[in-house]
């Protein structure tokens, strides 16, 4: 977070646990988007393995949608290999669902919707 908030000068808007994903989060304010710092909270979970496997850097990239359900049939229909069949709850109140990324180009790609104000 440092590189973030004191080299680059951007935001902290507020740090939170997902349990069912092991990890921390941290969300930095750019503009009108959103840096998503994670970090493992035990060494099983798939950040931790990520960490291990690949080193610290961009772990995947998110694009806020109206509805989740509807980008995942409309990925699958275009033939993309689905992570979630269905959307699950993830941070800073959205549901959230991920593309394989072998279908991406190798970047792990993540649909959210908000749900909460």
Same mark, same amino acid.
């Given at each position: 977070? %440092?590189?973030?908030?004191?080299?680059?000068?951007?935001?902290?808007?507020?740090?939170?646990?997902?349990?069912? $994903? $092991?990890?921390?989060?941290?969300?930095?304010?750019?503009?009108?988007?959103?840096?998503?710092?994670?970090?493992? =909270?035990?060494?099983?979970? %798939?950040?931790?393995?990520?960490?291990?496997?690949?080193?610290?850097?961009?772990?995947?990239?998110?694009?806020?949608?109206?509805?989740?359900?509807?980008?995942?049939?409309?990925?699958?229909?275009?033939?993309?290999?689905?992570?979630?069949?269905?959307?699950?709850?993830?941070?800073?109140?959205?549901?959230?669902?991920?593309?394989? %990324?072998?279908? =991406?180009?190798?970047?792990? =790609?993540?649909?959210? $919707?908000?749900?909460?104000?």
């Amino acid at each position: 977070m %440092p590189v973030y908030t004191g080299g680059i000068g951007l935001k902290f808007l507020h740090e939170e646990i997902v349990e069912d $994903q $092991q990890a921390r989060l941290a969300f930095i304010e750019v503009g009108e988007s959103l840096i998503e710092l994670l970090e493992p =909270t035990c060494p099983e979970s %798939p950040v931790a393995k990520f960490l291990e496997k690949k080193g610290p850097g961009i772990h995947h990239i998110a694009y806020a949608v109206p509805d989740v359900v509807e980008a995942l049939a409309t990925a699958k229909a275009a033939g993309y290999r689905l992570i979630d069949e269905v959307p699950r709850k993830g941070g800073h109140g959205k549901l959230i669902a991920f593309l394989h %990324p072998k279908d =991406t180009h190798g970047v792990l =790609t993540e649909f959210c $919707q908000r749900i909460e104000d």
